[in-house]
Every structure is written in C-alpha cells, then in structure tokens.
C-alpha cells in the first residue's frame, strides 16, 4: 500500500506491507507491546478504526473487506 501525505511543508511518502501473522504470545486480549515510544498497537475492529487515529486510513476499507473474507492479495494508493 503507498501512503502520501504533507506534513510541515514537506510530502511524506511510505510504502506498507501488510501479513497475515500468527505467534504463539499473540492473544485477543492483550494489546501487543511496541519497541518505538511514538507507535502504539492495540486489537481494534472495522467499525472502531474511525474513532481512533489509525493510519494509514486508507487501509481502514482493505482490512474490513479482509475480515469479511476477501483474502486476495490487494494493492491501494492515495499517492498522487
């Protein structure tokens, strides 16, 4: 997935990968810890991702169809 967005007068650009993964210390109810202070993980569903400031936003409808089934390799870009 490629992710533009402006910030402080600059564009900023990135490219995500996104897995499938299972772990053995991966549990639904607890959130899994984060190794950078700025970057927190947390299980969250589709219809919650508004609510909070999860990015990239246009990953929100990819992860729902996902959920719903659609398994199929997909791709999706806002950059311009």
């Known amino acids: 997935m490629e992710n533009g967005w ?3 007068d ?3 650009y990135e490219i995500n990968h996104v ?3 299972e772990g053995p210390d991966l549990r ?3 959130n899994p ?3 950078e202070e700025h970057i927190e993980f947390f ?3 589709p219809e919650e991702f508004e609510q ?3 990015r990239p ?3 929100h409808g990819l992860i729902a169809n996902w959920m719903r089934g659609d398994t199929h390799t997909w791709q999706k870009s806002n950059f311009e």
Do not use: N, V
Request: charged share 40%; glycine share 4%; proline share 4%.
């Open 52 to 54: 909070y400031d999860l």
């Open 43 to 45: 299980w969250s569903r």
């Open 28 to 30: 639904t109810g607890e």
């Open 10 to 12: 600059e564009y900023h």
């Open 6 to 8: 402006p910030e402080d």
């Open 33 to 35: 810890a984060s190794k």
């Open 19 to 21: 897995f499938e993964a």
């Open 57 to 59: 936003k246009i990953m």
